[in-house]
Nanobody
Framework: QVQLVESGGGLVQAGGSLRLSCAVS????????MGWFRQAPGKEREFVTV????????YYADSVKGRFTISRDGAKNTVYLQMNSLKPEDAAVYYC????????????????WGQGTQVTVSS
């Protein structure tokens, strides 16, 4: 069982940056992937980005491509989401997720979820 704990959310002005962290504990394996999803008020949760744990291959939603970067620190068992050039429409609760299905964008392919961290972007 993998446990995930997010941190790093907060309030930022439009155009600013934030870095979210996701501490990973428990057993992962070579095919494991880490993703970030987000859910804004009144909207469904949506895919943001995903990365395979062992190879570091990444995939991004079009809405964040070029602005957000997912990365990992294997020594710290931590995944990061660097968010730059933030827009008001990026405001949401951000969730870290872990799954066994490689570069998937589907929530159902992620079996482990963090509690979420709030990102607020003021215009």
């Amino acid at each position: 069982q993998v446990q995930l704990v997010e941190s790093g959310g907060g309030l930022v002005q439009a155009g600013g940056s934030l870095r979210l962290s996701c501490a990973v504990s428990g057993r992962t394996f070579s095919g494991y992937a880490m993703g970030w999803f987000r859910q804004a008020p009144g909207k469904e949760r949506e895919f943001v980005t995903v990365m395979t744990w062992s190879t570091g291959i990444t995939y991004y939603a079009d809405s964040v491509k070029g602005r957000f970067t997912i990365s990992r620190d294997g020594a710290k068992n931590t995944v990061y989401l660097q968010m730059n050039s933030l827009k008001p429409e990026d405001a949401a609760v951000y969730y870290c997720a872990g799954g066994r299905s490689g570069l998937s964008t589907l929530e159902t392919d992620f079996g482990s979820w963090g509690q979420g961290t709030q990102v607020t972007v003021s215009s």
